[in-house]
Nanobody, 122 residues
């Protein structure tokens, strides 16, 4: 069974930064693509960013240029560095593990973390 545990959420002022971490266990971490999603109150969960096993990255247009996804295979951890945060970034952020090595919007994640709250005040 794969376990994903997020950390690093919190309250930050607009323009500030946060770094989320997701520690994975239960499978060969480096083999699979990883991603971040978020869900704001009253809205559907949406894709934020993904990273392939080899390091290629993908971003939603809304976060491109502000967020950076990265991974440390030695630590079985994926990160989301969030800069220039806006109030509209407020959401619960979820770490996700894909069943394949390369990200595709056609292949949904197989495993999910429990989520971490990010709140950006104006």
């Amino acid at each position: 069974q794969v376990q994903l545990v997020e950390s690093g959420g919190g309250l930050v002022q607009a323009g500030g930064s946060l770094r989320l971490s997701c520690a994975a266990s239960g499978r060969t971490f480096s083999t699979y693509a990883m991603g971040w999603f978020r869900q704001a109150p009253g809205k559907e969960r949406e894709f934020v960013a993904a990273i392939n096993w080899g390091g290629r990255t993908y971003y939603a247009d809304s976060v491109k240029g502000r967020f950076t996804i990265s991974r440390d295979n030695a630590k079985n951890t994926v990160y989301l560095q969030m800069n220039s945060l806006k109030p509209e970034d407020t959401a619960v952020y979820y770490c996700a593990s894909y069943p394949v090595s390369s990200y595709s919007s056609k292949n949904p994640p197989r495993y999910w973390g429990q989520g971490t709250q990010v709140t950006v005040s104006s």
